[in-house]
């Protein structure tokens, strides 16, 4: 891969792939946090899990009511929130207070240094929302907060662009040079996706229901890396399946 990250020789489907069974994250629950780490993170930690090319965090969270991250810092790393139930206020250290909810897409440069908290005010269900930190390609940035409301039905059985590295495109942007899509798709729907940038590779994570991708069945919260390809082809197994792609560089 040309960097730190050897894919463990059991996951492996071929030399350029990698695959993360959903039953293999890390997992922890903490009453009212229940999360699922795809790689390393707090107390969890796999040394073949450290990181999907710049792709260093992709937790699965699940807030219960009333509850929330408390006030904490972050430096130097795009934060992507993206929101698949309930409601989360966000509030930081530059002066924020927002809500974000499904349909939503949140972005942090953390940069020279932010803090931040995440609340779950709602009294009657949980908040789940996927968590994504990307290494950026630049150091000692001004930190900046930023969010979008997107359509959700421009995704129906096809890629909806929700983040790229340019301020003018579609979707929120980061420090990097990476490209998230999300997808639902009828059952035996799919599409072709096209990798944006030479040498990047893409992590498929399976939100809801099943896809296979090129010869590889994906379940809910399954998840695939592959590169060393300019192309990937996905096809939905199940009705109203979502998938989220994440475009991004291999070397650190």
């Not at 922890?28 to 107390?43: I, K, Y």
């Not at 240094?113 to 269900?125: L, R, V």
């Not at 040498?199 to 069945?217: D, E, P, Q």
């Amino acid at each position: 891969m040309g960097h730190n990250h050897i894919p463990n020789p059991e996951t492996t489907l071929n030399d350029y792939s990698v695959l993360h069974r959903a039953e293999t994250r890390g997992h922890a629950n903490h009453g009212w946090l229940d999360t699922h780490h795809t790689f390393s993170f707090a107390n969890y930690h796999n040394a073949d899990r450290m990181h999907f090319g710049v792709l260093r965090v992709l937790n699965d969270d699940r807030v219960s009511e009333g509850m929330g991250f408390g006030t904490h810092p972050h430096d130097n790393m795009e934060i992507i929130s993206i929101p698949l139930d309930g409601d989360l206020e966000h509030k930081d250290s530059m002066g924020n207070k927002a809500i974000i909810k499904h349909g939503d897409i949140q972005v942090m440069s953390a940069g020279t240094g932010i803090t931040h908290s995440e609340y779950n005010k709602n009294t009657n269900k949980p908040v789940k929302f996927l968590q994504i930190w990307v290494f950026p390609n630049k150091k000692g940035v001004t930190p900046r907060y930023d969010q979008i409301t997107l359509n959700v039905a421009d995704r129906h059985n096809r890629l909806q662009q929700i983040l790229s590295p340019n301020p003018e495109d579609a979707g929120v942007w980061i420090h990097q040079d990476a490209w998230f899509h999300l997808g639902r798709f009828d059952k035996d729907k799919g599409t072709d996706y096209t990798i944006q940038r030479k040498g990047n590779g893409v992590y498929a994570f399976v939100i809801k229901g099943s896809f296979t991708l090129g010869n590889v069945t994906l379940n809910e919260r399954d998840g695939l890396g592959i590169w060393n390809t300019n192309s990937i082809n996905l096809k939905a197994n199940s009705a109203d399946a979502e998938i989220l792609l994440m475009d991004v560089p291999m070397a650190l």
